[in-house]
């Protein structure tokens, strides 16, 4: 079993932040972590419902093997909708998607041969967690999602996958949490991923926080005044997906693994209305492509370019 850097589970888990405010654009849903840390029984008694659109481009780098570059344009859309339990207890449920497109020069190759590795490929997930607050500096969370991953006519009962999980959050002191808990998440082509979830939410001061915003990955953030809010960090990025029959690899698999970091400015001109824009470079990046048995035939890293996004939130 391939092992996953520990940050990964918060990209996967799948899920939407219904705190939306502040968060890196992804284009893929991510739980609400922050949103079960101990205190949240004293927040919002209502039906509450969050919209996330957004969309970033990757500037064509050149793969390692000296055959071609690759560009990728990404778009997607979730609502979470959140809703309390009495007494102490948290439901939300989100429905997200993502669109890729990846433009590979004509002579890009990641297996001898195949000069269009795939092209676009869609995604769709489905998540829920269940939060419960057992006392005023412990909570839980229970999560759960089923997402299906592939190219425009890939076989439709071979592209999902699922998972399940549990974390703890524990408020150490005012303005600092961690999470700590498992995730087992099925794999495209037999067999699982179990790794743990890690998080952290520190108010440093009242406008530097240190957080994960609910993600793979480390942000410290300064928050000018109510409108504005500035942020700089990283995060770690998996995703797989199945290929189509007609495929040059029939039914095969797919991966990109990356790492963006970025600069990002916030302006939220009204409390339920929040524009995102962030500048960077994917520093990191790794294509592969497998068989359905998941024997991997081809690899290649991706030099390093600059990376744009930008992304809308509504909250209702």
């Known amino acids: 079993m391939r092992p996953i850097p520990t940050l990964t589970v ?29 205190g949240f ?30 560009g990728i344009f990404r778009s997607g859309m979730g609502v979470t909708i959140t809703a309390p339990v009495p007494p102490r207890n948290r439901l939300s449920v989100t429905l997200g998607t993502e669109q890729s ?3 590979f020069s004509s002579s890009a190759m990641l297996v001898a041969g195949d000069t269009r590795p795939w092209n676009h490929i869609q995604s769709y997930t489905m998540g829920a967690n269940f939060a419960t607050q057992w006392t005023e500096s412990l909570s839980s969370m ?7 991953a592939g190219e425009g006519s890939a076989a439709f009962g071979d592209g999902f996958t699922g998972g399940g999980g549990a974390a703890m959050i524990l408020k150490l002191s005012e303005g600092f949490d961690l999470t700590g808990g ?15 979830i890690v998080g952290i939410d520190w108010r440093i001061t009242k406008q530097w926080r240190l ?11 300064y928050e000018i005044d109510e409108n504005w809010r500035l942020s700089a960090g990283a995060r770690y990025d ?10 040059f690899v029939p039914n095969g698999i797919g991966s990109d693994e990356r790492v963006p970091a970025t600069f990002g400015v916030d302006w939220t001109p009204a409390p339920n209305f929040t524009l995102q824009a962030r500048v960077g470079a994917v520093v990191y990046q790794k294509l592969k492509l497998r068989n359905s048995q998941r024997d991997t035939l081809g690899e290649s890293d991706v ?8 992304g809308l939130v509504l909250r209702f």
Not at 182 to 194: C, E, F, I, N
């Open 211 to 221: 957080s994960n915003e609910n993600q793979p990955g480390l942000y410290l953030s």
């Open 303 to 310: 030099d390093p370019g600059l990376y744009l996004s930008g």
């Open 41 to 70: 029984e004293e927040r919002d008694k209502r039906l509450t419902a969050v919209l996330d659109v957004s969309a970033s481009y990757r500037f064509r780098g050149d793969l390692d093997n000296n055959t071609g570059n690759v």
């Open 142 to 148: 229970l999560i759960g999602n089923i997402n299906f």
């Open 101 to 103: 497109y990846y433009d």
């Open 238 to 247: 998996y995703s797989e997906f199945r290929l189509e029959n007609d495929n």
């Open 10 to 38: 918060l990209a996967l888990a799948g899920g939407l932040a219904s705190v939306a405010l502040g968060q890196e654009p992804t284009t893929r849903p991510r739980q609400d972590i922050q949103g079960a840390s101990p």
């Open 182 to 196: 498992v995730y087992v998440r099925s794999r495209l082509g037999g067999g699982v991923y179990v790794f743990p």
